[in-house]
């Protein structure tokens, strides 16, 4: 039986991050990953970001904003899919966009926008770090162009310090997220305030039976959709190596519609356009 919440669930990130209460974990993080100096959030809501949350189940989003109104995205991104980079830089176009609030005059001076994307995979595999910063760069002087959009990508199954070896907030950040499902006791090395009450926010026994049921079923869907997901793609992937690359993803498609995957998570893990998973 777990002690503590996957952060990887939508359960567990949302009562991480998502609730008021724990706001100040949110901005603990942010100020730790992005060196910045936040004392207030505001929590947001943008119906595309809302509506494409829900509909892609692999992913969930935290939409804030701070003092001098910088807007910060916090996506989660449960396992490999396709187009996972274009969704994140997807996901930033509406805190640009909606800088130009209709009927309003407006000089075109943008407020900062942070993306963070919190991975629970590898998609660099030939890369050791698992900390990418991306901003705009003129490639001709290797200088940002424009240092109001920056996207931040967290390998997590990349960080691989114990527990022992733990040296910077940075680091224990890091550390929760790779290991809070897996803890058994509070680790020593967490003695920071702000450690203490995410282990607080995050120990089950702590839950009522509502919220327990809750977890439960969360967890449930998201070994679920890790499971198919895996399986799939192996099973593609083996099928690719005797019918070739196509036909393979065909068989992957297949075995995901019979699951009632959506047309578009399907087109997502696998590369197939919609028109052709229409057809299979």
């Not at 936040?38 to 969930?60: G, M, P």
């Not at 109104?69 to 991104?77: A, M, N, P, S, T």
């Not at 595999?125 to 959009?149: A, I």
């Not at 070739?244 to 009632?260: D, S």
Request: include cysteine.
């Amino acid at each position: 039986m777990e002690k503590f919440i996957n952060p990887f669930t939508d359960f567990g990130f949302k009562k991480l991050f998502g609730e008021e209460r724990n706001k100040d974990l949110l901005i603990d993080f942010i100020n730790e990953l992005l060196h910045e100096s936040i004392h207030v959030l505001t929590y947001l809501t943008n119906e595309r970001l809302a509506q494409d949350s829900v509909a892609a189940a692999n992913t969930l989003v935290v939409y804030c904003e701070n003092e001098q109104d910088e807007k910060f995205i916090v996506q989660l991104q449960k396992v490999q899919q396709g187009s996972r980079i274009d969704r994140s830089i997807y996901y930033t176009t509406f805190p640009v966009q909606e800088q130009a609030e209709p009927g309003k005059k407006w000089n075109f001076e943008l407020k900062g926008v942070y993306t963070i994307a919190l991975l629970g995979f590898v998609f660099a595999e030939n890369v050791s770090t698992f900390h990418h910063k991306v901003q705009l760069v003129d490639l001709e002087t290797n200088e940002v162009f424009n240092n109001k959009l920056q996207l931040t990508y967290l390998e997590i199954p990349k960080f691989s310090k114990q527990e022992h070896e733990l040296e910077t907030h940075y680091d224990k950040w890091m550390y929760i997220f790779q290991n809070l499902g897996k803890l058994q006791e509070r680790p020593a090395a967490l003695q920071e305030k702000v450690f203490q009450k995410l282990l607080d926010a995050a120990e089950i026994a702590h839950f009522d039976k509502e919220q327990q049921i809750a977890y439960q079923d969360s967890l449930k869907n998201y070994r679920g959709w890790d499971n198919v997901i895996n399986t799939s793609l192996q099973k593609g992937i083996e099928q690719g190596r005797k019918e070739g690359i196509e036909q393979g993803l065909h068989q992957t498609a297949l075995r995901m519609k019979e699951k009632g995957f959506s047309p578009q998570d399907i087109s997502d893990a696998t590369g197939l356009t919609l028109d052709q998973i229409e057809h299979i």
